[in-house]
């Protein structure tokens, strides 16, 4: 059974740092891994998707990775602002009888303060 | 713009009453999938459907069941409402896989209440 797991739990920053969010996975088999964002009491936005056979992806400030021999993926943000707290999941998409589930992470609470 | 929309926003019931949380794509997805939110447990899959007249049993499936009779449409139903089925639900929606655009996207979600 595939576990995602996201380290840290939560992260505090001031306005202008680089940051990395990372996640880990148990099952190398994915099928991609996606990255979201939820701000408070809203749904999931699309960040970046990077398919299986992929290393990265950027889209503007942010940039991810995928290593899936190691099972990890990391989330890069350039350059944070305020408008960037809120938190940011990752999910592993399975292949084979899972094809298209995705299993969660806990997510990654950051606050980026002026 | 296509869009995946949910409704009641919003839903207080008693325990033991029938919901249905209703789901509406416009991508013509043919996957569709409803979660739920809670917190320490994060984001389970409920139930998923492949397309029309196909559905399948997630990781907390209990209590709950789906019908797909058009691509558009995914209904969640509780059987009988539960205290323990209080949550935020959220549908999704994906293209078949295949290509690169197999991205999940969400909808507003569904915050019920069962008391």
């Known amino acids: 059974k595939q576990e995602v797991t996201q380290i840290p739990a939560a992260l505090s920053v001031p306005e202008g740092e680089n940051l990395v969010l990372n996640c880990s996975f148990t099952?190398?088999?994915?099928?991609?891994l996606q990255w979201f964002r939820q701000d408070p009491g809203k749904g999931l936005t699309s960040l970046l998707l990077i398919q299986s056979s992929q290393r990265e992806q950027t889209s503007g400030r942010l940039n991810a990775s995928l290593d899936k021999s190691s099972g990890r993926s990391t989330l890069y943000i350039a350059a944070s602002q305020p408008g960037d707290s809120a938190t940011y999941l990752c999910?592993?998409?399975?292949?084979?009888?899972?094809?298209?589930?995705?299993?969660f992470g806990q997510g990654t609470i950051l606050t980026v303060h002026p | 713009d296509a869009e995946i929309t949910q409704s009641p926003r919003h839903k207080i019931t008693e325990t033991g009453r029938q919901v249905t949380l209703a789901c509406h794509q416009t991508w013509n997805h043919n996957n569709m999938f409803w979660y739920r939110q809670d917190l320490g447990h994060g984001l389970r899959l409920i139930h998923y459907s492949y397309g029309v007249h196909d559905t399948n049993k997630g990781e907390v499936s209990d209590g709950y069941s789906v019908s797909r009779s058009n691509t558009e449409d995914l209904p969640l139903t509780l059987e009988s409402a539960a205290s323990s089925q209080t949550s935020v639900y959220f549908c999704?929606?994906?293209?078949?896989?295949?290509?690169?655009?197999?991205?999940?996207?969400f909808g507003p979600g569904t915050r019920l209440t069962v008391l």
């Open positions: 099952d190398s088999a994915i099928y991609n």
């Open positions: 999704a929606s994906s293209e078949l896989a295949g290509g690169p655009h197999n991205e999940q996207f």
């Open positions: 999910a592993a998409g399975g292949r084979g009888t899972s094809y298209g589930k995705l299993t």
